[in-house]
């Protein structure tokens, strides 16, 4: 609103200094008329054109009747004593562009009773009235500068919010998670206590109970590192990945008999890293592809490999699963999308900060074709 209120002002100024110029370029005009008709030479016309023409600020040209140019200035493309064929075509060019905004002024000369055409006045705005023009257009480009600037603090500032509510939820998980598991800890000792250590159907269930327990804490300690610098050390990429790839086999019943979880590493992939982090990331995305994965003839894919060029390590996690549409490619890792009924959409949002903040590393999906290939592709430096 700010802007059309200055525009308008701007362009009423304009035009009133337009209307105040024109004023006394007649008034040079019939000053002109005066000394022309009342001269016997062309001594007086001179004088008035070197004191008073030559000394305006407008741009001005002076033609005779057939409209050749004769004097002019102001004019930037053409120089004052420029003579040649090729500057009095452009001030030809340029009095036609005068003549549309303002029309030309005629000079008559009389004598003995007659009235004849002595030269036509050709005259533009003056530069700084043309420069005011621009002002209404710098000051809208100043308002919509400060505007895309508020948007995108205002995106910042929402975006860091976001990340507050998602570390404020991951800490407040792990801290929920820790009496649970302590007390699960209390009761397994108190059953294996009651009903004796040598019993084998007690010892299979309290070994199992254990293992679930302290999977429970590694989850737990993952979501306390969330928000802090985690502390880097070398990590074997092929480890962790044969790691939850086993995990996830032992688990394979429930997902589906048919399922193949196959694997391909290609050398060392020693990289400075978080290993329980890193297992973290790369449990979310096989635990996607294996419920995207047809129960029958589903195959997920983990590789690593070393790219020696790039100074990098390279992990993929590919299958054959119902795939991501192609509308929701872009969004895969903003905090809060997900396409499942059930789910917060965290997942691929945490494992995206993981790599990408605490380890430095690039994370993307690579390409999704439906029922042929999903790619998620993970790079990480390589240890030094």
């Given at each position: 609103m700010?802007a059309?209120v200055?525009?308008?002002y701007?362009?009423?100024?304009?035009?009133?200094?337009?209307?105040?110029?024109r004023?006394?370029?007649?008034?040079?005009?019939k000053?002109?008329?005066?000394?022309?008709?009342?001269?016997e030479?062309g001594?007086?016309v001179?004088?008035?054109?070197?004191?008073v023409i030559?000394?305006?600020?407008f741009?001005?040209?002076?033609?005779?009747?057939?409209?050749?140019?004769i004097?002019?200035?102001?004019?930037?493309?053409?120089?004052?004593?420029?003579?040649?064929?090729?500057?009095?075509?452009k001030l030809?060019e340029i009095?036609?562009n005068?003549?549309?905004?303002?029309?030309?002024?005629?000079?008559?000369y009389?004598?003995?009773?007659?009235?004849?055409?002595?030269?036509?006045?050709?005259?533009?705005?003056?530069?700084?009235?043309?420069?005011l023009?621009?002002i209404p257009?710098?000051?809208i480009?100043?308002?919509?500068?400060?505007?895309?600037?508020g948007?995108?603090?205002?995106?910042?500032v929402?975006r860091?919010?976001?990340?507050s509510?998602?570390?404020?939820?991951?800490?407040?998980?792990?801290h929920q998670l820790?009496?649970?598991i302590?007390?699960?800890?209390?009761w397994?000792?108190h059953l294996?206590?009651?009903?004796g250590?040598?019993?084998?159907?007690?010892?299979?269930?309290?070994?199992?109970?254990?293992k679930?327990?302290?999977?429970?804490?590694?989850?737990?300690?993952?979501?306390?590192?969330?928000?802090?610098p985690?502390?880097?050390?070398?990590?074997?990429?092929?480890?962790?990945?044969?790691?939850?790839?086993e995990?996830?086999?032992?688990r394979?019943p429930y997902?589906?008999?048919?399922?193949k979880?196959?694997?391909n590493y290609q050398?060392?992939?020693?990289?400075p890293g978080?290993?329980?982090l890193?297992s973290?990331?790369?449990?979310n995305?096989?635990?996607?592809?294996l419920?995207?994965?047809?129960?029958?003839?589903?195959v997920?894919?983990?590789?690593?490999?070393t790219?020696?060029?790039?100074?990098?390590?390279i992990?993929?996690v590919?299958d054959?699963g119902?795939?991501?549409?192609?509308?929701?490619?872009?969004?895969v890792?903003y905090?809060g999308?997900?396409?499942?009924?059930r789910?917060?959409?965290?997942?691929?949002?945490?494992?995206?900060?993981?790599?990408?903040?605490y380890?430095?590393?690039?994370i993307?999906?690579?390409?999704?074709?439906?029922?042929v290939?999903?790619?998620?592709r993970?790079?990480?430096?390589?240890?030094?």
């Amino acid at each position: 609103m700010v802007a059309l209120v200055f525009f308008y002002y701007t362009q009423d100024v304009v035009r009133r200094l337009k209307e105040d110029s024109r004023k006394v370029l007649t008034t040079y005009a019939k000053l002109w008329q005066l000394v022309a008709s009342g001269s016997e030479g062309g001594q007086e016309v001179s004088v008035l054109f070197e004191e008073v023409i030559q000394k305006s600020s407008f741009p001005i040209v002076i033609t005779d009747p057939q409209g050749d140019p004769i004097a002019w200035r102001e004019i930037q493309k053409v120089p004052e004593d420029d003579t040649t064929a090729a500057g009095r075509q452009k001030l030809k060019e340029i009095i036609q562009n005068m003549d549309k905004s303002n029309e030309p002024i005629s000079i008559y000369y009389e004598a003995n009773g007659e009235k004849r055409l002595l030269n036509l006045l050709h005259y533009g705005d003056p530069h700084w009235i043309a420069r005011l023009h621009y002002i209404p257009l710098i000051e809208i480009g100043i308002m919509t500068l400060f505007v895309v600037i508020g948007f995108l603090g205002f995106l910042n500032v929402k975006r860091s919010e976001q990340q507050s509510i998602w570390v404020g939820m991951a800490k407040e998980t792990a801290h929920q998670l820790g009496t649970p598991i302590s007390s699960l800890l209390g009761w397994l000792e108190h059953l294996r206590a009651s009903r004796g250590a040598s019993e084998p159907g007690v010892v299979n269930l309290a070994s199992e109970m254990e293992k679930d327990i302290q999977r429970l804490e590694k989850i737990a300690a993952r979501f306390s590192q969330i928000g802090s610098p985690p502390e880097l050390t070398s990590v074997d990429l092929n480890q962790v990945a044969q790691e939850v790839a086993e995990y996830y086999r032992q688990r394979l019943p429930y997902s589906g008999l048919g399922v193949k979880i196959q694997e391909n590493y290609q050398g060392e992939n020693q990289v400075p890293g978080n290993a329980e982090l890193l297992s973290w990331v790369l449990e979310n995305l096989v635990k996607n592809s294996l419920e995207a994965v047809d129960a029958k003839n589903g195959v997920v894919e983990i590789t690593a490999q070393t790219d020696a060029k790039k100074r990098c390590a390279i992990m993929t996690v590919i299958d054959n699963g119902k795939g991501i549409p192609a509308k929701d490619q872009k969004k895969v890792f903003y905090p809060g999308f997900t396409t499942k009924k059930r789910g917060w959409g965290l997942g691929l949002s945490l494992a995206k900060r993981i790599v990408e903040e605490y380890h430095r590393g690039k994370i993307y999906l690579t390409e999704s074709i439906p029922g042929v290939r999903t790619e998620f592709r993970i790079h990480l430096p390589l240890s030094p």
